[in-house]
């Protein structure tokens, strides 16, 4: 079974900018799951595994595929959802993302739909436990609702070397502090946490947060009301790409094509940036774009593009 990467994604290059995404539809003890296409490599029936010791409990070992070895994870499991009734029919979605390959392990695939991301909701924070609850949306879609889930979240959370490291700040040596102020447009809490911090021991103390590009859009919109000059109250902006109500990509666009706003820096960090999504982040005018968890290279961009 395959999954063509280069078809989806060039669909959606050709929409810049749309608030649109599709969604993979998929099944696990009869719930209904999504995860974003661009995220999705490759879908393949369950592949024999070689478990590995010491791992983390949702690991249940690794497979080769194409001279590369993928560490499967339990998605299930993970969720605390029940076994697989009948696991010969199981499925393998590979992913890469964050510059990472891993497969999930779930029932079935259902579909692709094609979503807007207005009607994309935050979820309760207890949905599917943690802090935060590892759903970062609940998708309506024709007669029925998908929960997404924060695929990073789960990896952070079985792999935390995957994530953003405070290490890499350390590592920049001493430094000033910034007056500059930046606005962080981010929906996980834990995320914007880490980069607030992150840039305050890189020195950047004035952070505005904004969970997702609609409240950022509509932050800037006071902003340009106020009369002053727009450098007084934003001199970046970061911002994730997949976020509810309002992506970074339509953000970024509609920053772009305003007279008064466009030329604040404004950086795409994600864990979606690709070759291909390069392209379409350059092509709505993204001044840079970072892989998630490159916080350090975040901050060297940051350094240079507010110093213009």
Known sequence: ??????????????????????????????????????????????????KMPNSHDVVEGVFKSRNEIITVIDLGKYLNLPKSQNPSTD???????????????VESVAG?????????????????GGDEGVATGIAEYKDRLITILDFEKIVAEISPESSIQFEDIAQLG???????????????????????????????????????????????????????PIKNHVSC?????EMPLMDGHRLTKLIKEDN??????????????????????KSIGADEQITKPEIANLVGVIDRLTQK
């Open 260 to 281: 008064i706003l466009k030329d604040i820096p404004l950086i795409l960090f994600s864990s979606l940036i690709s070759e291909e999504m390069r392209i379409k982040g």
């Open 91 to 105: 499925i393998f979605i590979v992913t890469h993302f964050n510059k990472l390959n891993f497969a999930f392990h």
């Open 1 to 50: 079974m395959g999954f063509s990467e280069s078809t989806s994604n060039t669909k959606i290059l050709l929409e810049s900018g749309t608030n649109e995404l599709e969604i993979m539809e998929f099944v696990i003890a009869g719930e209904l799951f999504g995860i974003n296409v661009a995220k999705v490599r490759e879908i393949m029936i369950a592949q024999e595994i070689k």
């Open 237 to 241: 902006i970061v911002t994730d790409i």
């Open 112 to 128: 692709i739909a094609r979503v807007s991301w207005e009607s994309i909701k935050k979820p309760d924070r207890v949905i599917y």
């Open 174 to 228: 001493e430094r000033k502090n910034n007056d500059k102020t930046v606005l962080i447009v981010e929906d996980s809490m834990l995320l914007s946490k880490m980069i607030v911090e992150c840039l305050s021991k890189a020195g950047y103390k004035n952070t505005i947060k904004a969970d997702n590009g609609k409240e950022a859009w509509e932050y800037l919109e006071e902003v340009k009301t106020s009369g002053d």
